[in-house]
């Protein structure tokens, strides 16, 4: 008697793939980004108060301050430009990323050697910086509204409504702008995280197998890892994006290299503040992520 075979299941083309990948590392970022968000706003707060000259900032401060000005709410403040651009930036820099491994995999049947790795990730990550740029403008800018005074905010009133303005008011340029600093972040994040995550696993793997355990400790590494390597530009980041022009009508700074070094000067070449903020918004941001999309890639074998 023949065994009935089994139906076989439902197989995806290389576009379909794609695209799905994009989709879970977007969903994936926004669920880590909606759970992680106040740390967020804090971090902008410390980074943009330091630039008042203050030498010790203290956390406590940050907090009191926002729920001062805005409640509860405060914390939460650019949730749908966050969502925004997390979907759009963790899909492509953690999707494409994943599609390029799944492609060598199937295509060449082996690994990305580590010079692979991070030529992808640099790759992915200044795209999916550069696209989503006009969303991190409006994005920094609402967190930066919990901060200032009420006749200097900006008060956008959602994410399309900034982009709108932004364009109106400043012209389309002004969208992206600190686009150098942020794909500098973007390429530093991404390296860090994806690669040592990537490198650590399949280190892990022989001992640990493909466990929970394997994937939580190579995430907080990579967490570590791409934290290290985008504070400096994150911090830029902020504070051009967020500057306005005095009563000169000049701006506080005059490009990347100038912000780099005022700041240097005014804050030393480490603020252990932001460094802290940083690594507590990305590190679960990314474990959160990573062991997401782990379990979607389990259940699609």
Known sequence: MNTPKKPEGKKFSDGQITLMNII????????????????????????????????????????????????????????????TRQFGFAGIRIGLFFNVV??????????????EKVGASLSVGALAAFVVNPVDVVLVRCWADVKRPPNERRN?????????????????????RAATPNIARAVGLNLGMMVSYQELKERLKPYLGD??????ISSIVAGLCGTTLALPFDNIKVKIVNMNPDANGKMPYKGITDCLLKSIRREGVIRPVSY???????????????????????KKK
Do not use: M
Request: proline share 2%; charged share 25%; glycine share 8%.
């Open 102 to 115: 799944d492609l060598v995999q199937k295509r060449l049947g082996r690994a990305l050697t580590f010079a």
């Open 211 to 216: 466990t929970f355990k394997c994937q939580f």
């Open 24 to 83: 879970r590392g977007g969903i994936a970022g926004c669920i880590a980004t909606a759970s992680v968000i106040p740390l967020d706003v804090t971090k902008t707060w410390v980074q943009l108060q330091s630039e008042s000259g203050v030498k010790s900032i203290k956390v406590t401060n940050a907090i009191k301050s926002i729920y001062a000005t805005k409640g509860i709410r405060g914390f939460y403040a650019g949730l749908d430009s966050a969502l």
């Open 156 to 176: 956008y009133r959602n994410v399309f409504n900034g982009i709108a303005r932004i364009t109106k008011e400043e012209g389309l340029t002004t969208l992206w």
């Open 276 to 298: 802290t903020h940083l690594r507590a918004h990305e590190t679960p941001e990314h474990l959160v992520c990573r062991l997401l999309l782990e379990k979607k890639k389990k």
